[in-house]
């Protein structure tokens, strides 16, 4: 192109910047366009000085001056953005070694586009024009949109620092979108603008184009017309900025890879309006014969991938050898949240602490607000590949402390998901890895849209699932609980498996594991009923063979064909009793102290939902500190080629050799061979530890006499002062009687009076046989002459709430105590 670079916005001369080796300035390292005219491009630019250049690249975003008259002293004064980044004082002629440009008659208008960004700055590019109208809106998104190819290029081809351009010698390798052109969709009628540069990048007449996108869709090889199409009909949602390398066929066979740009320009009311876009030739990603072969190999082992884990596990295998990668990720983007779908190498150990702590099920899941640099490069859209040493977050750095590449995953507009390449040694990128890359992010994003399609209906079991199962397990005193859950890998159905850890009243625990009959999205929507169900059972303070009968009920009257198998054990983590109830489930397992590991002989009921009258026996045990009890369904223990007394002697076996100083890493180490499952997998596992300080406890049986608020607050005050309290007697008596007094005031039946102390807390609770919530009136001021007991309460204590229980409910509250001396002895009294 003579005489001018970008034809569209005017553009006379251009020239790109690289950074020097110690990153201190900037260096000339292509010039185009008129380089006749009066200005010439100085030699380089320190980036710590005073100009247009080093003012864009600190600040991360373009500059765009203009100067209206020549400088007085006859030159441009280097175009120093002013205070107010509109019009550049009038300084005089500064020598070039400064980054000022050398002078020139009339008005200019100048931009500085940075190249890439912190933390890695690729370089500037400065466009100029013989005038002083300035760029239009439109022009510097053309311009911006031409930059970023420029940055890509940079980038693809590893760039080095090269010589400043001497005099009558050509420049080094292009740097600049020389051969690209622009682009201006209307999104309302269809019609398509384009130059004359795009044409020929396409191969198509002027005269043969009619200016409709079609025409030009007509171009793209098959395979990319769906990545095209979604970027050239964007919905409400798309992202403002798209970008896509895709492969047109021109008319005498050729293949070309082509870079297409754009920016989605939106209405008043957000509807997508216009797209104003740059298509320049790519051909640094075409690829060399092996990486055809290998995208060849990978479309096609993807076009018979129908799940999500069929498509991660073909990413895996196609990538991980021929770019001898050590760890390759591939998740899924669930809202805010990537949700990994497989990881090579499986081992939670090979991947950083921040995965390892979000290691709930088979794979882990993560925020992307706690990965900003994932949350950029999916905001960007481009694959970003990320040197040796780069300054990234611990949970990027730690997958590849000698290289990372993050491949964004695109399909209809928007980002599906993420594949995460790292290497452990030094590695370097080429530009054929960015071309295997940016190839395989496109397929793989198709194919896990198309994954989506045909496995709707499972995905939405498999969501409904997950958040029907505990998102975090409860911190429990006297022991400590993990969880491990994993789907079948044969078949598209969900299974419905289900856990929970309850924490209950006086210092009891239920740990609750069961299984749905079946697999399907029936399944998980029953096991989430039953498990809201059980767990209400439970917090009502019903004995577990109750809570299991009020289940078995409940599922009998449900009217479906399903039935489901239930371990129920309440655990008193004080006195280390289990009381146990099995409804056609797998017996828990014990590894005692001394690594003796049994399956506990319980006396078992019927499934649940097979017959209303159905007795639940109970089952006492006792627990020592430090042993293990282990609740799990059949999948893990039982498949095809597994019987279920093998199952249960090898669960058996590893619990005896394990160390139960980690439950996590015991429990990892239990599921780690069912690497292939006919059946859902899920596993609770608790270490006993016992109370190093056992709560004290005292009750008292309120009568209804006038003065029974009295004797209330007489037994309070006798029991706090055997126990040793002292400055917060006077608060807690106070609170004793708002809470009395509610309860006779405002329901009828029987009222007590537990009062216990655990280390520096002590918990007041008035039960009554009233199921009414208390709830505090938003009207009631201090100066209301009633209803202001429920604001004493919340004033005088840490926290306070309502649980019901059987026939009744509890108001409690927790008073946090000073230190003390310990009280001698513990026990309960009751009165």
């Known amino acids: 192109m003579s005489g001018q670079i970008f034809a569209t916005c005017g553009v006379e001369l251009a020239a790109v910047y690289v950074p020097s080796e110690n990153i201190d300035e900037l260096r000339l390292a292509e010039v185009a366009g008129d380089a006749a005219g009066p200005y010439e491009m100085p030699p380089s630019y320190a980036l710590s000085g005073r100009s247009a250049v080093a003012d864009a690249c600190r600040a991360g975003r373009p500059l765009w001056l203009t100067s209206r008259a020549p400088d007085p002293a006859g030159g441009t004064g280097g175009l120093v953005p002013p205070p107010d980044g509109t019009r550049p004082p009038a300084d005089g002629p500064v020598p070039p070694r400064d980054g000022r440009l050398p002078p020139a008659d009339g008005p200019v208008s100048l931009g500085a586009l940075p190249l890439g960004g912190d933390p ?5 590019l400065l466009v100029l024009r013989k005038d002083g109208r300035g760029f239009d809106a439109d022009q510097r998104a053309f311009l911006e949109l031409y930059a970023d190819q420029a940055a890509a290029g940079l980038e693809a081809a590893a760039a080095r620092v090269v010589p400043p351009v001497e005099t009558g010698k050509p420049p080094g390798p292009a740097l600049l979108p020389l051969r690209g052109g622009t682009f201006v969709l209307s999104l309302r009628t269809g019609r398509m603008d384009v130059d004359a540069q795009v044409l020929r990048l396409l191969g198509v007449a002027r005269a043969d184009y009619d200016g409709h996108v079609s025409t030009l869709l007509e171009c793209a090889v098959p395979d990319d017309v769906p990545a095209l199409m979604s970027i050239v009909e964007p919905d409400r949602g798309a992202a403002a900025h798209q970008q896509l390398a895709f492969r047109v066929r021109r008319p005498g066979g050729e293949l070309r890879w082509l870079g297409l740009r754009c920016r989605v320009l939106t209405a008043p009311d957000g509807r997508p309006e216009r797209i104003l876009g740059v298509v320049g030739d790519a051909s640094y990603l075409r690829p060399t014969p092996d990486e055809v072969s290998l995208v060849q190999r990978l479309s096609a082992a993807l076009a018979g991938a129908t799940t999500i884990r069929d498509v991660s596990r073909v990413v895996v295998e196609s990538l991980r050898t021929p770019l001898a990668a050590d760890r390759v990720a591939v998740g899924e983007l669930e809202g805010d949240r990537l949700v990994v779908t497989l990881l090579h190498p499986p081992e939670p150990d090979a991947w950083p602490e921040v995965w390892r702590s979000e290691w709930r099920s088979e794979w882990p ?6 990965l900003p640099t994932l949350e950029s490069a999916l905001r960007e859209g481009h694959v970003a590949l990320w040197p040796p040493g780069a300054p990234l977050e611990p949970g990027l750095a730690g997958i590849g402390p000698g290289g990372l590449a993050v491949l964004p995953l695109p399909a209809e507009g928007r980002m599906v998901g993420v594949c995460l390449v790292g290497w452990e040694g030094e590695h370097r990128f080429g530009p054929e890895e960015r071309s295997l890359l940016t ?14 399609a ?22 429990l005193p006297g022991g400590e609980a993990v969880a491990r859950y994993l789907p079948a890998t044969v078949g ?15 210092g009891h625990v239920a740990l609750v594991i069961g299984d749905v009959q079946g697999h399907s999205a029936g399944a998980a929507t029953i096991m989430g009923q039953m498990r809201t169900a059980i767990r209400a059972y439970a917090v009502e303070g019903h004995p577990p063979d109750v809570v299991v009968a009020h289940a078995n009920r409940l599922l009998v009257g449900m009217e479906t064909d399903l039935f489901a198998t239930c371990a129920y054990v309440d655990l008193d983590m004080e006195e280390g009793l289990a009381w146990i109830v099995r409804a056609g489930h797998l017996p828990p397992l014990l590894r005692l102290p001394d690594g003796t590991s049994e399956a506990l002989e319980v006396e078992g009921g019927p499934p649940l939902g097979v017959m209303v009258e159905a007795d639940f026996p109970l089952t006492e045990v006792g627990l020592a500190p430090g042993t293990l009890i282990a609740l799990l369904t059949d999948g893990l223990v039982e498949s095809a080629t597994l019987r279920l007394e093998d199952g ?21 180490e239990l599921v780690a061979g069912t690497r292939r499952r006919d059946d859902d997998v899920a596993l609770l596992l608790l270490r006993y530890d016992g109370m190093r300080v056992r709560p004290i406890r005292a009750r008292w049986a309120v009568w209804r006499l006038p003065d029974a608020v009295m004797h209330a607050r007489r037994f309070a005050a006798r029991t706090l002062r055997g126990w ?9 008596l106070l609170v004793v009687s708002e809470l009395v007094t509610n309860a006779i005031a405002h329901t009828q039946g029987e009222v007590r009076l537990d009062l216990t102390l655990a280390g520096d807390r002590l918990r007041i609770a008035v039960n009554d046989a009233s199921p009414r919530t208390p709830v505090k009136s938003p009207s009631v001021d201090w100066e209301a002459t009633g209803g202001r007991g429920l604001m004493l309460v919340e004033a005088l204590s840490t926290s306070w709430g309502s649980v019901p229980l059987s026939g009744g409910k509890q108001v409690w509250c927790e008073v946090a105590l000073s230190p003390r001396e310990p009280v001698a002895g513990d026990g309960e009294r009751r009165r």
């Open 120 to 124: 890695r700055l690729l370089g500037c």
């Open 439 to 452: 190839a395989t992010a496109g397929l793989v994003g198709q194919a896990l849209t198309r994954a989506h």
């Open 492 to 506: 598209l159905e969900v299974g419905g498996d289900w856990y929970d850890v309850i924490p209950l009243a006086d």
């Open 724 to 732: 040793g309290v002292a400055e917060e007697v006077d608060m807690a």
């Open 648 to 668: 249960l002697r090898a669960v058996c076996e590893a619990l005896r050799t394990a160390d139960p100083a980690d439950p996590g890493r015991v429990a990892d």
């Open 454 to 475: 045909l496995n709707a209906g499972h995905e939405l079991a498999t969501m409904l699932q997950r958040s029907l199962l505990p998102r975090k397990l409860p911190a």
């Open 365 to 370: 899941d993560a925020s992307c607000q706690s």
